[in-house]
């Protein structure tokens, strides 16, 4: 089992920036990958960044340039910086996770989501 904590999002101006903490817990070393996943008002869940396992990311095309993943492995945290936000980015920003169990089992774990508005 893996517990996914997700903070850091508010209200923010378009053009400015926040940046999204995701704590994990319980079996985390068997994390294979993570990610950001976001979702807006009567839109599907999209994938923002991942995965995120020291490997090649995937961003978005509507993020490039802007957000940065990163890791602290150390503290058991993923974060999103998010930077010259625009009201499209407006969302629930979710962390995603994707653990190994025993043989070939694969678990995905997600986070409660935080909420992100930019507006003016």
């Known amino acids: 089992q893996v517990q996914l904590v997700e903070s850091g999002g508010g209200l923010v101006q378009p053009g400015g920036s926040l940046n999204l903490s995701c704590v994990a817990s319980?079996?985390?070393?068997?994390?294979?990958?993570m990610a950001w996943y976001r979702q807006a008002p009567g839109k599907q869940r999209e994938l923002v960044v991942g995965p995120s396992s020291g490997d090649k990311l995937n961003y978005a095309d509507s993020v490039k340039g802007r957000f940065t993943i990163s890791r602290d492995n150390a503290k058991k945290t993923m974060y999103l910086q998010m930077n010259s936000l625009k009201p499209e980015d407006t969302a629930v920003y979710y962390c995603h996770a994707i653990v190994g169990g025993a043989g070939d089992a694969v678990y995905y774990y997600w986070g409660q989501g935080t909420q992100v508005t930019v507006s003016s």
């Open positions: 319980g079996d985390t070393l068997d994390i294979v990958a």
